[in-house]
C-alpha cells in the first residue's frame, strides 16, 4: 500500500479525533468485527503485569488500554485530545476505576511523567498519527524504569496473497465509506488507510525502537499481518 504521507501535525489530529469522539468505540467495534479487544488483551499480556506496577498508556484516547489493563496495573493514560479523554473518563468513573486510572493531556512527544517513573508502556493503534513516532519512543524510554516492558500495536499490511487484496479493498474503500457515513467525517476515515499506508514497514519500526533505547525487540504479526504486536524492554 503506497501512499502519500498524510498532513500530521498535532493540532489536525487532535482536532480530528476530538471530532469523531462520540462514535470512536462504536467504529471501532463494528470496523473490527470486536477483534480490537483480543488485540489489545494480547498486548496487555505481553507485559507481564502482577497488579502492582504502574503502567503508561500514550494515546489512551477513551482509554480502553487503560481499562483492560486495569485489574493487572495501575495506569497513567496520555493523549493530546480532550474529546477522547473526556470519554474515556466516562467510562473510568462508570467502572469503578477512578483510584486506578489516571488521565492526563499531553502530547506523546513531550509526555508529562518524569524520567524512570513507570513500570510498562504501551500505544494502541496512536504511534501512526505522531508526527514524530522516533521522539514519541525515546520519550518512552525516559519514562520506563531499567527492564520496563513496552508494548505498541499498530495496523500494518497482509503479506499472504487474497488476505491482502480482501484487506485492501475493505480499508481503503469499505472502512472509510462505513466510518465517514457512522462518525460524520470526511477526512478522518481516509486519513486512517492513508497514514497506515505511511507507517515504517516492522523491520524499519523495529529499528526506531531499538535506537530509542529498548532490546529484546520484537514485532509479531497478529490476525494475518492486519495488526502488529511490537514489544521491547527498556535497556
Ligand atoms: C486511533 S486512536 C487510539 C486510541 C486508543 N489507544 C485505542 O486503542 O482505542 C489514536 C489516539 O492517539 C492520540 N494521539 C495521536 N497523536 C498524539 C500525540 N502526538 N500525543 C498524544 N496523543 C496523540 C489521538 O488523540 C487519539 O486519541
Request: aromatic share 8%; net charge positive.
Amino acid at each position: 500500500m503506497t501512499t502519500a504521507a498524510p498532513d500530521k501535525a498535532p493540532d489536525r489530529i487532535s482536532g480530528m479525533f476530538d471530532a469523531i469522539a462520540p462514535r470512536y468505540d462504536l467504529l471501532n467495534r463494528v470496523l473490527s468485527a470486536g477483534i480490537d479487544r483480543r488485540w489489545r488483551a494480547r498486548a496487555i499480556r505481553s507485559l507481564q503485569l502482577t497488579g502492582r506496577e504502574t503502567l503508561l498508556d500514550v494515546c489512551t484516547g477513551t482509554a480502553d488500554v487503560a481499562l483492560q489493563a486495569v485489574s493487572a496495573a495501575r495506569v497513567i493514560g496520555v493523549d493530546f485530545a480532550g474529546a477522547m479523554l473526556s470519554i474515556g473518563w466516562r467510562k473510568t468513573i462508570a467502572a469503578g476505576q477512578a483510584g486506578r486510572v489516571t488521565l492526563l493531556r499531553g502530547d506523546a512527544t513531550r509526555l508529562p511523567v518524569t524520567d524512570n517513573s513507570v513500570d510498562a508502556a504501551t500505544v494502541a493503534f496512536g504511534i501512526r498519527n505522531v508526527q514524530r513516532p522516533e521522539i514519541a519512543c525515546a520519550e518512552m524510554a525516559r519514562a520506563l524504569r531499567t527492564g520496563g516492558r513496552l508494548a505498541i500495536l499498530e495496523f500494518g499490511v497482509p503479506r499472504i496473497w487474497g488476505v491482502s487484496t480482501l484487506y485492501l479493498w475493505y480499508f481503503k474503500h469499505l472502512l472509510p465509506a462505513v466510518g465517514r457515513m457512522v462518525s460524520g467525517h470526511s477526512a478522518a476515515y481516509s486519513y486512517l488507510p492513508a497514514s497506515v499506508g505511511a507507517f515504517p514497514p516492522p523491520a524499519e519500526f523495529m529499528a526506531i525502537l531499538e535506537r530509542a533505547g529498548f532490546s529484546e525487540v520484537r514485532a509479531d504479526p497478529l490476525t494475518f499481518g492486519i495488526v502488529y504486536l511490537y514489544t521491547g524492554v527498556r535497556r
